[in-house]
């Protein structure tokens, strides 16, 4: 198969589809691959590592479109890629399409087959492709809410760890999942003061024993929700709902339970966001204020730091591409009930039980 890696448009994303080791693999199993110059540059893989695995190098996007029959990348097309859709290609990166009608739109039209990492799902309910960039998402929710929460910065002023006579802040986290539980170790590893809600008992339980009581876990309901965002200083949303849109926990009106200068971190953003006010914003401006709350909504926060998270990703990914391009879309599917999960898109038909309920669209069934 003909695979081809194109260098990322998104603003601000940095991450690259493929490493040369990635390369090296896909080359090894007989298939053909084509690398737009420049794609891993800013993730510390030059262009001549991957010439040495066996890529070849394309100057052009179009190009690389074009002579492609899988392309592989990191983050959902954008519009002014939405032309490069064509019936037969297979498409495997990051979607988020329950937030984002234009593009599913735009790949039913086109027939494109599009398998979404976030959407690939194990038998035990893991999402593998996925699992990599929220563990490092909320390392880095806690890292950049601490940051938000400084005075220069429009937050209360308020040192995450506190230090000897003074209290430290106080954290909630929405949400006990794989970004809930990543930032839950940062925010308790500074020594903040930290509470986790979600709908799971069983979750609350493994959350308390995994962290020893040294944080407070709650059941997840309006009331404690209000009750948690009032007393925190840094509110943290990781909320998901696999493939589907993530559901509003806090409304605008709340806001005004918050202390001015308090921050929220929405990681769910990507999904449509779990705050009322949240939108998604860029790393170079990445925060807006509403009500006197600092809002944070970068929709690719990992890209940030792009080599930990590129050999983070490609490693997740690599064997199902693999497994893709080895067998095509229908017979992988076939054969791997996690690959039949994260097909979103086929033959112009919405696979995607949360993504045909965003928009009220039919689902097809793998």
Same mark, same amino acid.
């Given at each position: 198969?003909?695979?081809?890696?194109?260098?990322?448009?998104?603003?601000?994303?940095?991450?690259?589809?493929?490493?040369?080791?990635?390369?090296?693999?896909?080359?090894?199993?007989?298939?053909?691959?084509?690398?737009?110059?420049?794609?891993?540059?800013?993730?510390?893989?030059?262009?001549?590592?991957?010439?040495?695995?066996?890529?070849?190098?394309?100057?052009?996007?179009?190009?690389?479109?074009?002579?492609?029959?899988?392309?592989?990348?990191?983050?959902?097309?954008?519009?002014?890629?939405?032309?490069?859709?064509?019936?037969?290609?297979?498409?495997?990166?990051?979607?988020?399409?329950?937030?984002?009608?234009?593009?599913?739109?735009?790949?039913?039209?086109?027939?494109?087959?599009?398998?979404?990492?976030?959407?690939?799902?194990?038998?035990?309910?893991?999402?593998?492709?996925?699992?990599?960039?929220?563990?490092?998402?909320?390392?880095?929710?806690?890292?950049?809410?601490?940051?938000?929460? %400084?005075?220069?910065?429009?937050?209360?002023?308020?040192?995450?760890?506190?230090?000897?006579?003074?209290?430290?802040?106080?954290?909630?986290?929405?949400?006990?999942?794989?970004?809930?539980?990543?930032?839950?170790?940062?925010?308790?590893?500074?020594?903040?003061?930290?509470?986790?809600?979600?709908?799971?008992?069983?979750?609350?339980?493994?959350?308390?024993?995994?962290?020893?009581?040294?944080?407070?876990?709650?059941?997840?309901?309006?009331?404690?929700?209000?009750?948690?965002?009032? %007393?925190?200083?840094?509110?943290?949303?990781?909320?998901?709902?696999?493939?589907?849109?993530?559901?509003?926990?806090?409304?605008?009106?709340?806001?005004?339970?918050?202390?001015?200068?308090?921050?929220?971190?929405?990681?769910?953003?990507?999904?449509?966001?779990?705050?009322?006010?949240?939108?998604?914003?860029?790393?170079?401006?990445?925060?807006?204020?509403?009500?006197?709350?600092?809002?944070?909504?970068?929709?690719?926060?990992?890209?940030?730091?792009?080599?930990?998270?590129?050999?983070?990703?490609?490693?997740?990914?690599?064997?199902?591409?693999?497994?893709?391009?080895?067998?095509?879309?229908?017979?992988?599917?076939?054969?791997?009930?996690?690959?039949?999960?994260?097909?979103?898109?086929?033959?112009?038909?919405?696979?995607?039980?949360?993504?045909?309920?965003?928009?009220?669209?039919?689902?097809?069934?793998?």
């Amino acid at each position: 198969m003909r695979i081809g890696v194109p260098r990322e448009i998104k603003r601000h994303e940095y991450r690259a589809g493929m490493t040369p080791a990635c390369v090296r693999a896909y080359v090894a199993a007989g298939h053909t691959v084509t690398v737009q110059a420049g794609t891993g540059t800013a993730a510390g893989f030059e262009d001549e590592a991957y010439v040495a695995a066996g890529a070849r190098m394309c100057d052009r996007t179009e190009d690389i479109w074009a002579q492609a029959d899988m392309i592989v990348k990191v983050k959902e097309p954008i519009g002014a890629e939405y032309g490069y859709f064509r019936k037969g290609l297979l498409l495997f990166a990051y979607l988020h399409l329950a937030a984002d009608e234009a593009l599913t739109r735009a790949l039913l039209q086109s027939g494109v087959a599009a398998v979404a990492y976030e959407t690939i799902r194990l038998e035990d309910g893991t999402l593998p492709c996925l699992k990599p960039m929220s563990e490092i998402a909320g390392r880095l929710s806690v890292q950049e809410g601490a940051k938000c929460l %400084e005075t220069p910065f429009g937050g209360r002023g308020v040192l995450l760890g506190g230090v000897p006579g003074v209290r430290p802040g106080k954290v909630a986290i929405l949400g006990g999942g794989v970004v809930g539980t990543n930032a839950a170790k940062m925010a308790a590893g500074m020594g903040a003061d930290v509470t986790v809600l979600d709908v799971s008992a069983r979750r609350l339980e493994y959350l308390d024993d995994m962290f020893n009581m040294r944080l407070t876990t709650l059941y997840s309901t309006p009331d404690s929700i209000a009750a948690a965002i009032a %007393e925190c200083d840094l509110l943290i949303g990781a909320v998901l709902l696999p493939g589907a849109r993530a559901p509003r926990l806090v409304r605008r009106a709340q806001l005004a339970l918050m202390k001015p200068g308090a921050v929220i971190v929405d990681v769910a953003v990507d999904q449509g966001g779990c705050v009322e006010t949240t939108h998604a914003t860029t790393h170079d401006q990445p925060t807006y204020v509403v009500d006197g709350i600092v809002h944070y909504a970068v929709a690719n926060m990992p890209a940030a730091v792009a080599r930990t998270s590129t050999l983070a990703l490609t490693s997740a990914t690599l064997q199902y591409g693999l497994m893709l391009a080895g067998k095509g879309v229908t017979d992988a599917a076939k054969d791997c009930p996690a690959i039949a999960a994260g097909v979103n898109c086929l033959d112009g038909q919405c696979c995607c039980e949360g993504v045909a309920r965003a928009f009220r669209l039919s689902a097809a069934h793998q």
